[in-house]
């Protein structure tokens, strides 16, 4: 039988294709295996044990490429002006303000105005007792107020506002897949997340905890306590702050949530003694650096949000977003 030379060339290609496809589809499923385990150590609180898993292949072809792998601009004093010319409007984002949990808090307050009297006239209450009514509820409010420093009230509004606004459900996910995210990118790892008020206190056991994601932060902490906080570290933590505000501006143009992000970041910056003028360069480059690698990622975030809602462990997170980025420049 005759074999062209052509036919040759094809199926040589075929073959390295082959290859490269088993080798691809190898490395994956190591990948995976990896991650599982980092999930292992981070149920079992050993951060440090995952940290170095998750080290090991980083960047590494068919390993974690992406980990810290993202590209960044220079760090620099940018004006108002600079970052306006790059589509970012920061009074739409660094004062946020929960509209759709004010909105639902106010109907409840006024619900309650409405049921006292309606109480008062169905009953035929005294005003005596209409006054220890009242004074029982602000005792109630009171308490949650001191005990659990807004908790109950917070868990309440959290729930009802998940239950009946599909657009407040919607952007806590993807404020949480923009912490994750640009987290993951600058090289510092996700521990947990919770995505409402309710799954927080199923998970953690306390009313003072709120949706939100945490980090294996260990490295953070040993040089703040120190009292050497590096600009890179710095800098990697002032992205994450306010990368749930930079994302829901991007999505909706004006953000809601994440005014307790801000405000530590704004501590931060307070307690390492940052001047008015430093800490605005830091938070003006910050904000330009969050924004662009959320929109060069745009279709990533928005699968990690669906990986995210599904429930997954942060292992499969990190998956999605490898997947999702593939050979793309990161």
């Known amino acids: 039988m005759v074999i062209c030379r052509s036919s040759c060339l094809f199926l040589g290609r075929l073959r390295v294709r082959t290859l490269k496809f088993v080798c691809t589809s190898e490395l994956g499923h190591l990948r995976l295996q990896l991650l599982e385990k980092v999930d292992d150590e981070l149920r079992n609180g050993n951060e440090r044990g995952a940290l170095s898993l998750v080290k090991d292949l980083e960047g590494k072809s068919g390993g974690l490429r992406c980990f810290g792998a ?59 007792q209409l006054l220890f009514f009242s004074v029982g509820l602000l005792f109630l409010w009171s308490w949650d107020l001191v005990a659990f420093n807004g908790g109950v009230k917070n868990l309440l509004l959290d729930t009802i506002g998940h239950n009946l606004s599909r657009k407040y459900h ?40 709120q949706a939100g994601t945490t980090f294996v932060d260990y490295e953070f902490l040993e040089e703040v306590n120190s009292g050497k906080l590096s600009a890179s570290m710095l800098n990697r933590f002032s992205c994450i702050a306010l990368a749930g505000v930079a994302t829901e501006f991007l999505l909706f143009g004006r953000a809601e949530g994440g ?72």
């Not at 739409?92 to 105005?113: G, H, K, M, N, Y």
């Not at 801000?262 to 830091?282: C, H, R």
């Not at 745009?298 to 990690?304: H, K």
């Open 70 to 128: 993202a590209r960044q601009v220079p760090q620099r004093l940018y004006s108002l002006d600079e970052l306006k010319l790059n589509g970012i409007d920061t009074s739409c984002f660094l004062s946020p303000v929960d509209a759709t949990l004010d909105s639902i808090e106010r109907i409840f307050q006024i619900s309650a105005v409405l049921g006292g009297i309606s109480a008062w006239f169905a009953f035929d209450l005294t005003q005596l």
């Open 170 to 209: 919607n952007r806590v996910i993807q404020h949480e897949a923009g912490h994750f995210l640009i987290a993951y990118l600058l090289g510092i790892l996700p521990r947990s997340y919770t995505l409402s008020s309710l799954e927080a206190l199923v998970k953690e056991g306390s009313l003072n905890v």
């Open 259 to 330: 005014l307790a992000d801000i405000n530590k970041l704004d501590e931060l910056l307070k307690g390492l003694g940052f001047t008015q003028k430093k800490a605005d360069s830091q938070v003006r480059w910050a904000v330009l650096n969050t924004v662009l690698i959320l929109r060069r990622h745009e279709a990533v975030r928005s699968a990690l949000a669906d990986a995210m809602s599904s429930g997954k462990p942060v292992g499969a997170c990190i998956e999605t977003i490898e997947r999702a980025i593939g050979d793309s420049d990161v």
